[in-house]
T-cell receptor, first 112, second 114 residues
Framework: DPKIIQKPKYLVAVTGSEKILICEQYLGHNAMYWYRQSAKKPLEFMFSYSYQKLMDNQTASSRFQPQSSKKNHLDLQITALKPDDSATYFC???????????FGPGTRLLVL | GEQVEQLPSSLIVQEGASVLINCSYTDSASVYFPWYKQEPGKRLQFIIDIRSNMERKQNQRLTLLFDKKTKHLSLHITATQPGDSAIYFCSASEGGSALGRLHFGAGTQLIVIP
């Protein structure tokens, strides 16, 4: 669904650096999410935001910080990157009363 | 917390065959169960869902069965086509909200041979 945009599509970073993953949705949804998919683990929830406020947080590490500058934006800042952070990060959005979460195309992050 | 298990991990079938993917969950408070399909390198695509007050839902060649008592779901795909080849994920929305965090199974890779 091209109405959820994630940038960049691919990202290569060095250990210790910092990166920001961008997510914008044009579905008019008021809830947004980040999920991570890696070779070692199944798809796992990271954060959810509703009306630009943190709703739920599964990520233990403070190196992962979501940032919501607008209602339809939920970026993910990752600091002090580690090789274990290598994964595909999916943004999703949903609307209260309509159940379904829709996913973006993902950002594939490789940390060397 | 919620745990979702999915079997089998992979299926290889001839075009036209039917397949069954099984899924179980642990949290009896979960009320909403969406399924997604993921082709290589692509986004998760929503395909069908069911709420805990239903037993069955059909969407064209997809039929989703739900058993609240046993906490078990099964996705039946009939008349498979090569375009159905993908990884299929079962998920459960945590707690009583359909927009809660989704817990995913490990996925079932379906390969349909022409």
């Amino acid at each position: 669904d091209p109405k959820i945009i994630q940038k960049p599509k691919y990202l290569v970073a060095v250990t210790g650096s910092e990166k920001i993953l961008i997510c914008e949705q044009y579905l008019g949804h008021n809830a947004m999410y980040w999920y991570r998919q890696s070779a070692k683990k199944p798809l796992e929830f990271m954060f959810s935001y509703s009306y630009q406020k943190l709703m739920d947080n599964q990520t233990a590490s403070s190196r992962f910080q979501p940032q919501s500058s607008k209602k339809n934006h939920l970026d993910l800042q990752i600091t002090a990157l580690k090789p274990d952070d290598s994964a595909t990060y999916f943004c999703a959005s949903g609307d209260w009363g309509k159940d379904t979460q829709y996913f973006g195309p993902g950002t594939r992050l490789l940390v060397l | 917390g919620e745990q979702v298990e999915q079997l089998p991990s992979s299926l290889i079938v001839q075009e036209g065959a039917s397949v069954l993917i099984n899924c179980s969950y642990t949290d009896s408070a979960s009320v909403y169960f969406p399924w997604y399909k993921q082709e290589p390198g692509k986004r998760l695509q929503f395909i069908i869902d069911i709420r805990s007050n239903m037993e069955r839902k059909q969407n064209q060649r997809l039929t989703l069965l739900f058993d609240k008592k046993t906490k078990h779901l099964s996705l039946h795909i009939t008349a498979t086509q090569p375009g159905d080849s993908a990884i299929y994920f079962c998920s459960a929305s945590e707690g009583g909200s359909a927009l809660g965090r989704l817990h995913f199974g490990a996925g079932t890779q379906l390969i349909v041979i022409p």
